[in-house]
C-alpha cells in the first residue's frame, strides 16, 4: 500500500513547506550574487586591498549584518573559522558514519524496489559527506586531516548513529524521524552566514526531504499491512523517537555555542527551538500512519501555541556524545577498517595527480584530459577489495 489521498497530503504539506524554505534560501542566494556586494572584510595589511584600510573586525560584523555571505577568502575571527570547521566537519563524519545503520539493511531489504531506493538514499548520505568536507576545505583544512581527526576520535558525529537498526521498521523510523530532524536542523542553515556551507546545504536539504518521505511510506506500509507488521512500525517508532528529540542538542541552558553561533548567523535558531518545531512537525504526520508517539504528556498547550512534551534524557546524549552508546565502538572500528581497504585508492590517486602535474609541467597541454576514466580503471594488481 502506498501513501496517497488525505495521508499523502499530509506528508507532501509539510515536505513542500520546508522545500519553499530551502526554495526561498536560494533564491536569497541568487539576489544576494545579483546585487553584488560590499567589500569583504580584508586583514590590515592585505596587499590584495590597498583601497580599504580599515578594521576587519567591524567590516565583519558589518558584513554579517547586511546578510551578506562570508566566503573563503575573507577575513574572518579566528573563532568563526574554528566554530565553522567544528560544525562542518561534524556535520560532515555524520552522513558519513550515518550510512552504517541503514547499510546493514541493504542486503535484507524486503524487495528489490525497496533496496534499490536504500541504496540510492545511502549513496546520496556519501554524496552530502563529500559536499561538506569539500566546504570545511575552504576553511583551510585538509580532508585528510579532518578524517583523521575523526578516526582518532578527536572530532565528534551525530549521536543517533550510535544506535542499531534492529528490524526492516527501523529503516522508515530513520527516515520519517531522523531525516525529518535532519531537515528541520538543517534547513536554516541554508542561510548560515558562510556562503560555502549554506550552499552545500540547498542540495542536501532537498535530497533529505526525499530521504524523509521514503521513510514515511516504508513506515505507512507497515502501519497499514498485518498486525505483526503494525507492532514492528510501532515498536522502532518507540525506539527511535527520544534520540531522535535529541540530535538537536542539549537544552539551551547546556549549549556551549549556540549564543556566539546564533551572533554569528551560523545558527539561526537554538536547540530548543528547533526541537519544538520538529515535535509540532511529527504530531501532525503520526496521525495518518496510525501510530503514536511514546510520550503520555504529550499535548496541545494553547498558550504557547506549541506541544508540550517529555525530553530526551540527556543524561544518556552525554554519554553517547562521550563513546559509550550502543554502537559506537563498533561505528568507529567499521569506519577504520573502511579506511584502511581503502588506501590503495587514496594512493592510486594521489600518483596519478602527481603524474598528470608532472606532464603539464613538461609542457603538455593534454595532462589531466580523460581523468574520469582513469579513476575509475582496474585497481592495482594485488590491490585486494576496496
Ligand atoms: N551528537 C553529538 N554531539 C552533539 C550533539 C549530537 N546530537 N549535539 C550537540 N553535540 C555536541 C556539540 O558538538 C558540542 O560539542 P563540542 O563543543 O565538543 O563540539 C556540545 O555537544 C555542545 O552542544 P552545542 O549545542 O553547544 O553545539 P552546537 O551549537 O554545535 O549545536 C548541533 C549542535 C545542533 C548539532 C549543531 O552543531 C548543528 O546544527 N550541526 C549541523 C548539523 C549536523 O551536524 N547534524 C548531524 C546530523 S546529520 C544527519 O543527520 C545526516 C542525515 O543524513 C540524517
Avoid at 142 to 167: C, H, M, W
Wanted: hydrophobic share 35%; glycine share 10%; net charge negative.
Amino acid at each position: 500500500m502506498s501513501v496517497d489521498g488525505d495521508d499523502a497530503q499530509t506528508v507532501s504539506g509539510a515536505r513542500s513547506g520546508i522545500l519553499d524554505e530551502v526554495e526561498a534560501a536560494e533564491a536569497a542566494l541568487r539576489d544576494a550574487a545579483l546585487r553584488g556586494r560590499i567589500p569583504g572584510p580584508r586583514a590590515a595589511d592585505d596587499p590584495t586591498c590597498p583601497d580599504k584600510p580599515g578594521d576587519p573586525d567591524r567590516d565583519f560584523v558589518e558584513m554579517i549584518d547586511a546578510d551578506q555571505k562570508i566566503e573563503p577568502r575573507d577575513w574572518m575571527p579566528d573563532g568563526y573559522r574554528r566554530t565553522l570547521i567544528r560544525q562542518i566537519a561534524q556535520h560532515a563524519h555524520s552522513e558519513i558514519i550515518g550510512m552504517q545503520p541503514e547499510g546493514n539493511w541493504l542486503t535484507r531489504a524486503p524487495s528489490l524496489h525497496r533496496k534499490a531506493i536504500l541504496l540510492a538514499k545511502v549513496q546520496d548520505e556519501a554524496g552530502h559527506g563529500l559536499y561538506l568536507y569539500a566546504a570545511a576545505e575552504t576553511l583551510g583544512i585538509s580532508r585528510e586531516e579532518l578524517v583523521d581527526l575523526l578516526l582518532a576520535g578527536r572530532q565528534k558525529y551525530s549521536s543517533i548513529f550510535n544506535y542499531p537498526t534492529l528490524t526492516w521498521a527501523d529503516v522508515g523510523a530513520i527516515g520519517w524521524l531522523v531525516d525529518g530532524a535532519a531537515i528541520i536542523n538543517q534547513v536554516p542553515l541554508c542561510r548560515c552566514s558562510y556562503g560555502p556551507y549554506a550552499r552545500a546545504m540547498i542540495r542536501i536539504c532537498k535530497e533529505e526531504s526525499f530521504h524523509q518521505r521514503q521513510g514515511y511510506e516504508i513506515l505507512h506500509t507497515l502501519a497499514h499491512g498485518t498486525p505483526a507488521q503494525h507492532q514492528m512500525a510501532q515498536d522502532a517508532v518507540d525506539r527511535w523517537w527520544y534520540p531522535s528529540l535529541a540530535m538537536f542538542g542539549p537544552p539551551d541552558a547546556d549549549s556551549t555555542h549556540s549564543g556566539q553561533s546564533m551572533r554569528w548567523k551560523i545558527k539561526r535558531f537554538s536547540n530548543d527551538e528547533l526541537r519544538q518545531r520538529f515535535v509540532d512537525m511529527c504530531v501532525q504526520q503520526v496521525e495518518p500512519l496510525g501510530l503514536t508517539l511514546p510520550d503520555p504528556e504529550l499535548r496541545w498547550n494553547e498558550q504557547r501555541q506549541a506541544y508540550d512534551f517529555t525530553p530526551p534524557d540527556y543524561d544518556e546524549l552525554l554519554r553517547v556524545i562521550r563513546g559509550d552508546g550502543p554502537c559506537n565502538r563498533q561505528r568507529l572500528a567499521h569506519r577504520r577498517a573502511a579506511h584502511a581497504a581503502g588506501g590503495w585508492v587514496r594512493e592510486a590517486a594521489r600518483a596519478y595527480a602527481e603524474k598528470q602535474a608532472g606532464r603539464r609541467k613538461a609542457g603538455d597541454t593534454t595532462a589531466g584530459v580523460g581523468v574520469a576514466t582513469a579513476g575509475v580503471g582496474a585497481p592495482p594488481v594485488g590491490a585486494g577489495a576496496g
